[in-house]
């Protein structure tokens, strides 16, 4: 039995930049400033990405717990407007949707996501590509927790509830693009997969000691092997 968690931004797809430019829309329209353009996104949750531009920003932590779901409200609005507008720069990474169909076909796997979306915004990238979101049973969103190491028991607990039975962390395999996707579920025992398809390279990722580091997700051979071995 293995429940297998999918991160979405730069694994399972990529939106040219659409959830960046909504993000700071809504912090702009919320708190009046879009915070540091140096500030990178890559592995972090909504939450954390809101908390930490607007501190640096000088937003105390009760202002911004107070107007965090105005600017989800208005961020998921934007990304909508961006998606819709622009519907080609939403792009469904190479061998995703053959692995997605060869792991639902195979008994002893579940199939979940674990991102720092929340969920409203993961929702909607993924209706972008037409990945069909019924067939993650078990997912752990952005929304559930603002530290992305707290999202791997999250749907450890889930899978359990779902699925009648104790799930050990040993059963998990994380799928992801940045080095917090390979050390997100380390106090665990999860296994974590890490995919060059978002910034990070091979060289870099295997630095953070992952079970395996693919190119993409393009062979699917390969990436069966890596999660089901």
Not at 59 to 83: K, N, P, S
Not at 120 to 137: M, Y
Request: proline fraction near 3%; glycine fraction near 8%; aromatic fraction near 6%.
């Amino acid at each position: 039995m293995k429940l297998v968690l999918f991160d979405i931004d730069g694994t399972l797809l990529r939106t040219d930049g659409a959830g960046r430019r909504a993000m700071e829309r809504a912090l702009l329209t919320v708190f009046g400033t879009t915070g540091s353009p140096e500030y990178r996104f890559d592995g972090k949750t909504d939450r954390q990405i809101t908390r930490e531009q607007m501190r640096a920003a000088g937003f105390t932590d009760a202002t911004i717990d107070a107007r965090m779901d105005d600017v989800f409200e208005l961020y998921v609005a934007q990304l909508t407007r961006e998606l819709d507008t622009n519907p080609a720069q939403a792009e469904r990474l190479a061998g995703v949707p053959p692995l997605l169909e060869r792991l639902r076909a195979h008994e002893g796997v579940t199939l979940g996501l674990l991102t720092g979306n929340i969920e409203p915004g993961a929702r909607r990238k993924l209706a972008a590509v037409d990945i069909a979101w019924e067939q993650f049973r078990v997912n752990a969103f952005g929304s559930d927790h603002e530290e992305r190491s707290a999202l791997p028991a999250v749907a450890q607990q889930r899978a359990t509830t779902l699925l009648g039975r104790s799930i050990d962390g040993s059963q998990l395999v994380i799928i992801g693009d940045t080095p917090a996707d390979i050390h997100c579920g380390r106090s665990l025992g999860v296994r974590a997969i890490g995919v060059a398809t978002g910034r990070f390279s091979t060289q870099e990722l295997a630095q953070h000691d992952p079970y395996a580091v693919l190119d993409s997700l393009a062979d699917t051979d390969a990436a069966l092997d890596a999660i089901l071995a």
